[in-house]
C-alpha cells in the first residue's frame, strides 16, 4: 500500500471542490439553459480555482481534456438515479483503474449508511479502498445515513456515526451533509479522527447564508466544501466562488467576503 496522495486535493487542510454529479443522482430538475453544459462547471471550477472537481466517468471522459487537466479531477464511481423508489442503493458504475485512465487523483463512492442495502455498497467500498490505495489514490465516501431505520438523517449523532463509519472503513476524505447546528458538528467531525471531513452544500440558499454556512462548517473543524448547487444555479459562480475560497483558505468570515457579491 501507498500512502494516499492527499495534497494534490488539500492544501494546509483546507479544500473546496466542487461537485456536478446531480444529473446523475437528481436529473435535469436540477439544470438551466447554462449549468446542463458540462462545459459551463468545468470553467466555474477553473477560473473559481477549485481544489478539485467531482465527476461521473462519462462526462469526464467527454470534457475533462484541455486546460480543465489542470484541476484536479474526482470521480465518483457508484449512482443512482431519482427514477427508482427502490431501498437507497448505489452501485458501482466505473472501476477505479478506468478513473485513473481518465485522469482521477481521488476516486468518490456514495454509502447510504443504514439502508437495508448497506452491506452490499460496504463490500463494493472495501474492494474500492484497497484497489485504490495500492495505487496511492485518495478515497472520498459520500456518508449519506439514508433508510427506513434513519428517522432523521441530520440528526448530529446519526451524523456522527456516519462519519465514523467512513473512517472505519477507510476513507480518506469523507463528504457529509450540514445539520445547522455548529457545536453539535464539532462532534461530527471529531468521529473522523483522520479522516477529513468536507461538507455538502445542500439546496440553493441565499448567497449569504450559504456564505454564514460555509463559515460554520469551517468553525466547526471540517477541512472544507464540496459544493454543487449553490453555486453553478448562483447567478453569480465566479464572485462566490471567491468568497467562499478566501473563508475557507483565507479565515476570513461570511462578512468579509460579502462584497464580491455587490
Ligand atoms: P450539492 O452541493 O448540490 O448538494 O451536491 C452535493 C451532493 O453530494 C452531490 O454530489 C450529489 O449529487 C447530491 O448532493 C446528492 O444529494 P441527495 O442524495 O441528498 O439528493
Excluded at 495505487?135 to 472520498?140: D, E, F, Q, R, S
Excluded at 469523507?174 to 452544500?201: H, L, P
Excluded at 445542500?202 to 473543524?221: E, P, T
Amino acid at each position: 500500500m501507498i500512502i494516499p496522495r492527499l495534497s494534490n486535493l488539500i492544501t494546509n487542510n483546507k479544500a473546496l471542490f466542487l461537485a456536478y454529479d446531480q444529473g446523475l443522482e437528481h436529473g435535469p430538475s436540477d439544470f438551466n439553459l447554462r449549468n446542463v453544459d458540462p462545459k459551463y462547471i468545468l470553467d466555474i471550477a477553473l477560473e473559481g480555482k477549485y481544489d478539485a472537481i467531482i465527476l461521473e466517468h462519462g462526462v469526464a471522459e467527454k470534457y475533462y481534456h484541455g486546460a480543465y487537466k489542470e484541476i484536479p479531477l474526482i470521480i465518483k464511481l457508484n449512482g443512482k438515479s431519482a427514477l427508482t423508489h427502490l431501498s437507497p442503493f448505489s452501485t458501482q458504475i466505473c472501476s477505479v483503474k478506468r478513473a485513473v485512465q481518465l485522469g482521477a487523483k481521488a476516486v468518490g463512492f456514495v454509502i447510504y449508511d443504514g439502508s437495508e442495502q448497506e452491506p452490499k455498497m460496504f463490500e463494493q467500498f472495501g474492494k474500492i479502498v484497497e484497489e485504490a490505495h495500492d495505487l496511492g489514490i485518495p478515497v472520498v465516501a459520500w456518508m449519506y445515513p439514508r433508510g427506513k431505520s434513519i428517522p432523521n438523517e441530520l440528526s448530529t449523532e446519526v451524523l456522527a456515526y456516519s462519519a465514523r463509519i467512513g473512517l472505519e472503513l477507510g476513507a480518506d476524505i469523507i463528504k457529509i451533509k450540514y445539520n445547522d447546528d455548529v457545536e453539535g458538528y464539532k462532534w461530527v467531525i471529531r468521529n473522523a479522527g483522520r479522516a477529513k471531513i468536507v461538507v455538502a452544500g445542500g439546496n440553493k440558499r441565499s448567497n449569504i447564508d450559504f456564505l454564514k454556512m460555509v463559515q460554520d462548517v469551517m468553525i466547526s473543524g471540517a477541512t472544507g466544501i464540496a459544493v454543487g448547487r449553490n453555486v453553478w444555479q448562483s447567478e453569480k459562480p465566479i464572485a462566490l466562488s471567491k468568497a467562499i475560497r478566501e473563508i475557507i483558505h483565507d479565515n476570513k468570515s461570511a462578512k468579509d467576503v460579502l462584497h464580491y457579491l455587490e
